[in-house]
C-alpha cells in the first residue's frame, strides 16, 4: 500500500490536466497522422517508440526517441524499449502529491499527461495461424506495463488504447486539457483492453504451452482447458431483454482461444429498420443456426427460437416460399435466415410478409433498396468471415457450462445410417430424409419433423413427451395448408429415440412414408417391429440432436 494512501489530506485536486507531454507507442497507426498533427499544432511536446517515431519523423514533424530519454538503445530484437524509470516514472507520479513532484524534479524526469498505445496484434497474429515462437514474440510487454501505469494515474494522465477515442482526446487538448471524468473513461477501456488481452495470451498458453500434468492433464485428454476466461466488449445498450423490464444489452464475443472464435449474428451489419431487440438477437442466431446446416441454398423462419418452416431449394426465393408454406401462420413476426444472398425475387416475396428481421450474407442491390422500404424490418448482413465458433456457452447459478458446437460432418449423411424396417429409400426419399435430420435439430426438444420436397410440412417441438410431439407435428402437417393431409407421403426425423412404440405409431397411422431417429432405446425392437409391421422404412443414426 502507498505511504499517502490513507491520508487524503495529502492530495490536492486536480481536474483539467493541460497536455503538454505525450508518449506514443502504436502498432496500429491507423489515424496517426491526424493524432501527431493535432498535437503538434497545441505545442505537445511529443515522444515515440521505434517505427512510430519513425512514421511520426516523415510527416515532418518533431518527435523524441524513447532511446534518447532513457539514454539507453532499443535491444534484444525490441523487447525492451520502455521498460526504465525514465518512462515510467513520469506514467506514474501523482502529481496530486507534493512529494511525487519533488522526486521527478530531483530525478530530472518529466511527466506525461497523455499516453497513446495500443498492443502488439497477438489474436490476429494467432488466428492467422501463427504458432511457437511468432506467436510468443507476438506477447506485448512494454505496452501494457505502459497503459497500465497511466490508467492507474488517470488523476494525471490520459490514456489512449483505440483510434476511436482520438477525437475526444484532440478536442480536450484543443480546449485547455483532459477533465478528469474523460480519464477516468479512458482508463476504463485501457484496463479492459489489457484484460482482453492478457486473457488470450492465457487462452493460447493454457491450450499450447501449459504442461498436461495433474489438473491439466484431465483438461488437455478431453480438449478442454483447465481455466477459461470469457470477455466480451460493449456494442449496445438494448431497450430491454426477454420482457420489457429486464435491462439488456450486448457485447461482442472476446474471441479468446479456441473456445471462443467465431463471428456471426453480434457483427452482423444493419443496412435498415428499427433497432434490434433482445428476443431479436436470439431468434436471429436460431435462424442462422438453422439455415447454415445446409450446404444448398436454404431458408429457415424462426419463431421463438423454434422454426416455422425450413426448405432447401437450387434457388434461395423458392426455399424461402417452401419454407414459408409449412406454417403460414406462426411466419407472422418471425426472423428469416438465408444462406445465401437475397435476390429480388425473395425480397419481393418478403415485402408482403410482416417479418421481424432478415439476415444473409449479402443482398442484391435492387432486393436491399426494396426492403429499406418496410420501416421496420431489421436487414442484417453477415460478416464476411461468419463462422460458427467451436465451443458453445450456457450460464448456469453458480456457473457456465460449455459444450463442442453440434455440427454436422460434410458430405451425405446416410453413409453412416443404418437399415433397421423397411424396403432401403430411394434417392429421393433419403434425400428428403437427409434433409429432415438436419432440420430436426434446428427444433426444440423434444422434436419431430416431416418433410417433404426438401422442405418441413409439420413440427412438433418442445414437449416433455415424444408422443405429443408426434402427434403436434402431424397435426400441423395436416391443418396449415387448406386441408391437405401433408403428413401423408412424408417423411419424418426424430431428435432421438422413440422410447415406446406409440410415437412412432402415430407417424405411421398418419401415412408417414420413412422414419429416420437416432435408435437406443431398450424397446427399440418394439418400434422396429412397428415399422416393420406396417412396411415403413426406418433409419437408426446411432446420433441424436438435443436442442435445449
Known amino acids: 500500500m502507498s505511504a499517502h494512501a490513507a491520508d487524503p489530506s495529502l492530495y490536492r485536486e486536480r481536474d483539467v490536466v493541460p497536455v503538454r507531454r505525450a508518449l506514443i507507442s502504436l502498432s496500429d497507426k491507423t489515424d496517426l497522422e491526424v493524432l501527431a498533427r493535432a498535437l503538434a499544432d497545441a505545442g505537445v511536446e511529443l515522444v515515440s517508440t521505434g517505427s512510430t517515431a519513425a512514421s511520426i519523423r516523415s510527416l515532418g514533424i518533431e518527435v523524441t526517441d524513447v532511446a534518447h530519454l532513457t539514454g539507453f538503445p532499443e535491444s534484444l530484437g525490441g523487447r525492451v524499449k520502455t521498460l526504465h524509470p525514465a518512462v515510467h516514472a513520469g506514467l506514474l507520479a501523482d502529481l496530486r502529491l507534493e512529494d511525487h513532484e519533488k522526486q521527478l524534479a530531483e530525478l530530472g524526469i ?4 497523455l499516453v497513446v498505445v495500443n498492443l502488439y496484434p497477438f489474436k490476429e497474429t494467432i488466428a492467422a495461424g501463427a504458432e511457437g515462437n511468432d506467436a510468443v514474440e507476438q506477447i506485448d510487454i512494454g505496452g501494457p506495463a505502459m497503459v497500465r501505469a497511466s490508467a492507474k494515474n488517470f488523476a494525471n494522465v490520459a490514456v489512449v488504447v483505440s483510434p476511436g477515442s482520438y477525437p475526444e482526446v484532440i478536442a480536450a487538448v484543443r480546449s ?3 477533465s478528469l471524468a474523460l480519464r477516468g473513461n479512458l482508463a476504463t477501456k485501457a484496463f479492459q483492453h489489457t484484460a482482453d488481452y492478457d486473457a488470450a ?11 498436461t500434468d495433474g489438473a491439466n492433464a484431465s483438461a488437455a485428454d478431453s480438449g478442454f482447458s483447465a481455466s477459461v476466461t470469457v470477455t466480451g466488449t460493449l456494442q449496445n445498450v438494448l431497450r430491454y431483454g426477454e420482457n420489457a423490464h429486464q435491462a439488456a444489452a450486448i457485447y461482442l464475443d472476446g474471441a479468446q482461444g479456441d473456445l471462443q472464435s467465431g463471428t456471426g449474428i453480434a457483427q452482423a451489419e444493419q443496412l435498415g429498420g428499427k433497432e434490434m431487440s433482445y428476443n431479436n438477437y436470439t431468434d436471429a442466431d436460431a435462424a442462422l443456426r438453422a439455415a447454415y446446416d445446409f450446404a444448398e441454398p436454404a431458408v429457415a423462419i424462426i419463431k421463438h427460437a423454434n422454426p416455422c418452416g425450413i426448405a432447401s431449394a437450387a434457388d434461395i426465393a423458392e426455399a424461402h416460399r417452401k419454407a414459408h408454406a409449412c406454417d403460414p401462420v406462426s411466419a407472422y413476426g418471425g426472423v428469416i435466415a438465408a444462406n445465401r444472398t437475397v435476390t429480388l425475387a425473395l425480397a419481393q416475396t418478403v415485402k408482403g410478409i410482416f417479418t421481424e428481421v432478415i439476415v444473409a450474407p449479402d443482398y442484391e442491390p435492387a432486393a436491399l433498396e426494396l426492403l429499406q ?3 421496420n424490418l431489421r436487414i442484417l448482413k453477415l460478416p464476411a468471415d461468419f463462422a460458427r465458433a467451436p465451443y458453445e456457452y450456457r450460464q448456469i447459478s453458480g456457473g457456465v457450462l460449455v459444450q463442442q458446437a453440434d455440427v454436422f460432418p460434410s458430405g451425405a ?8 424396417a423397411g424396403e432401403a429409400a430411394d434417392a429421393a426419399t433419403l434425400a428428403d430424409l437427409e434433409f429432415a435430420w438436419r432440420a430436426c435439430r ?3 426438444s423434444n422434436a419431430i419433423l416431416l418433410a417433404a420436397d426438401q422442405a418441413s410440412v409439420g413440427v412438433g417441438m418442445g414437449q416433455v413427451n415424444r408422443v405429443d410431439s408426434c402427434r403436434l407435428a402431424v397435426e400441423r402437417a395436416n391443418t396449415l395448408a387448406d386441408g391437405a393431409e401433408r403428413a401423408r407421403g412424408s417423411v419424418a426425423a426424430s431428435d432421438a429415440f422413440f422410447p415406446f412404440a406409440d410415437g412412432a405409431q402415430i407417424l405411421i397411422d398418419a401415412g408417414v ?8 432405446s431398450i424397446r427399440d425392437d418394439e418400434v422396429v417391429a412397428a415399422a416393420k409391421a406396417a412396411g415403413v422404412t426406418m433409419y437408426v443414426t446411432g446420433e441424436r440432436h438435443f436442442f435445449h
Not at 518529466?110 to 499527461?113: C, D, I, L
Not at 487462452?203 to 504442461?211: L, S
Open 513 to 520: 412414408k420413412a422414419i429416420v431417429q437416432p435408435g437406443g
Open 201 to 211: 495470451v492465457a487462452a493460447w498458453f493454457t491450450q499450447h504451452v501449459a504442461a
Open 373 to 375: 422500404t418496410k420501416k
Open 176 to 178: 485547455g486539457g483532459t
Open 110 to 113: 518529466a511527466p506525461f499527461e
Open 413 to 420: 449423411l446416410s453413409d453412416e445410417w443404418q437399415l433397421v
Open 442 to 444: 434446428a427444433a426444440k
